[in-house]
């Protein structure tokens, strides 16, 4: 009996895997249900293939809603001409419609067609409806009233700076309320309003270099907010101006007077605010970035290993918080004699590398230089008496500032997103309409990681032979605002700017 029902299972699946072979039924065992693991000739996509196909789709549709409005929206207007070719979709950063809070509460069903929003007062709402219904797959839009965002939200004292910008090292001893105070004064020489926050409660440096007249901390004139003090036009504030110097006290309390210095100041308006960062990742940093909506992080660093080890530390932090580093501060860089010959003291530049692997856009070095360090013990920032010279220095605060309120003001550009199609076996990069793809293999093989690329010759140590053919990504987030990041099948995790994304599909092409 036993040998029957293994000859009538045989029969079955053999007919079941013949080519044409329909749904059956085990009629010699006396089985009603229809044999569907046997007879089926269509395989079945798994959950995670599922899931990542259903992703790409809400990306692309998403992206082309947003392409959509922002044509709309743009069309005919003289800020139309300033905005790059869409033709260049990773280098030109055009305008997106919800990151700049024109549009709200954007919700778009990649399925069913469904597309609902709320535009801000003032924009042709008939106009992008009547755009958006003429995508292919669009079957219901549905337009609202956006609500103006209120400055209340925001702590008092902050009500009136438009941007936050947080100069951090994760490394005592770098240099970093040197390049904090240097980058707030090279800002307020643009005619810019600005203000400076020394964030350090167990070691301000704001009063030692800086020399304002009047310094103290001090109730404003009719509010119970704490009046800054103005040095040479800049809005200082520090726990070094209540006279105790350095504060000996617990974690929990640094946080709290970290965070009264930051919202219970009198900032007034201002463009920017930039705050000097304690050293380390710790819950002050947390802290203040939760509760200061920062605009951009600059990192700061020396040549050291020491030291660069630390500052990836910050930049992931920043990554995680959703806070764009924009640029890159490599201190002390070399030291220049006076016959013009460069020593790199602390060992070669990490700039490449670093700005590399986590899609920085700006690097700047600085050197050893006697005069920066006359100047922060004298009182007088460096920029003050040397803002227009040629020395190097000059160039490089000017430079750093430069970046700072460029990619501030970039803050509403759009961000790429990356997807996997299984079905292609590609990775989807799109950007307000426009994608171009990689196969995962020749992505793999194009990482810059220190594991990967040779960090002071810059040769390649993992080829596309050295990597498995059948590689596929397992994760894909974002990092920052100007990379992705992915975790791959053979358990590396790679970093890729949006900039060397564009470049390898251009060779590709």
């Known amino acids: 009996m036993a040998l029957a029902v293994c000859r009538a299972a045989v029969s079955i699946a053999s007919r079941a895997l013949q080519p044409g072979a329909g749904l059956g039924s085990c009629s010699s065992l006396g089985c009603v249900t229809p044999c569907r693991a046997l007879a089926s000739s269509t395989p079945r996509r798994d959950a995670p293939e599922r899931d990542a196909a259903q992703r790409l789709l809400a990306l692309r ?3 082309e809603v947003r392409a959509c409005i922002s044509q709309v929206l743009l069309k005919g207007n003289a800020m139309d001409a300033a905005l790059p070719s869409p033709s260049a979709p990773l280098r030109g950063r055009r305008t997106d419609p919800v990151r700049s809070g024109a549009v709200q509460r954007l919700r778009v069903e990649p399925e069913s067609g469904e597309v609902e929003f709320a535009l801000s007062p003032g924009f042709p709402v008939g106009a992008v409806a009547e755009a958006l219904e003429q995508l292919p797959w669009v079957t219901q839009v549905s337009v609202g009233a956006a609500q103006p965002v209120s400055k209340d939200t925001k702590p008092e004292g902050l009500r009136g700076v438009e941007n936050i910008v947080c100069v951090s090292s994760c490394k005592g001893g770098v240099g970093k309320s040197t390049v904090a105070v240097n980058l707030a004064f090279a800002l307020a020489a643009r005619d810019l309003r600005i203000g400076l926050l020394d964030a350090d409660i167990f070691g301000p440096s704001l009063p030692t270099m800086t020399s ?11 509010t119970e907010l704490i009046a800054p003090v103005i040095y040479h036009g800049v809005k200082c504030m520090s726990y070094g101006f209540a006279g105790k110097g350095a504060a000996m006290v617990r974690g929990p309390v640094v946080s709290r007077v970290t965070s009264q210095l930051a919202t219970g100041t009198a900032w007034g308006e201002l463009d920017y605010l930039v705050v000097d960062m304690p050293p380390g990742t710790g819950d002050v940093h947390l802290t203040l970035c939760q509760q200061l909506e920062l605009s951009a992080a600059v990192v700061v660093t020396t040549p050291q290993s020491l030291s660069v080890v630390d500052v990836l530390k910050g930049i992931e932090m920043f990554d995680t918080l959703k806070v764009p580093c924009v640029a890159l501060v490599e201190n002390m860089a070399y030291f220049e004699c006076e016959h013009g010959s460069r020593y790199e003291i602390f060992g070669p530049s990490c700039v490449k590398h670093v700005t590399t692997q986590y899609g920085i856009p700006e690097a700047v070095r600085i050197p050893l230089e006697t005069a920066t360090a006359k100047s922060g013990d004298a009182g007088r920032p460096y920029v003050l008496d040397h803002a227009t010279d040629a020395t190097t220095t000059a160039k490089a605060f000017n430079t750093l500032a430069d970046a700072v309120q460029a990619r501030c003001t970039d803050a509403a550009a759009e961000r790429p997103e990356m997807a996997y ?15 171009v793809s990689f196969t995962p293999h020749a992505l793999r093989a194009a990482c810059r990681c220190a594991a990967c690329e040779d960090e002071v010759s810059g040769e390649r140590t993992v080829g596309p032979m050295d990597v498995d053919a059948s590689v596929r990504p397992l994760s894909i987030e974002a990092k920052g605002n100007y990379a992705v990041g992915i975790r791959w099948s053979d358990r590396h995790a790679s970093i890729y700017p949006f900039e060397s994304l564009w470049d390898l599909a251009q060779a590709e092409s």
Not at 214 to 219: M, N
Not at 423 to 433: A, F, K, P
């Open 61 to 63: 549709r998403e992206n």
């Open 212 to 222: 304002p007249e009047k310094a103290g901390l001090f109730q404003q004139s009719g």
């Open 421 to 435: 199609d299984p079905e292609q076996n590609r990775l989807v990069l799109c950007s307000m309409g426009t994608e």
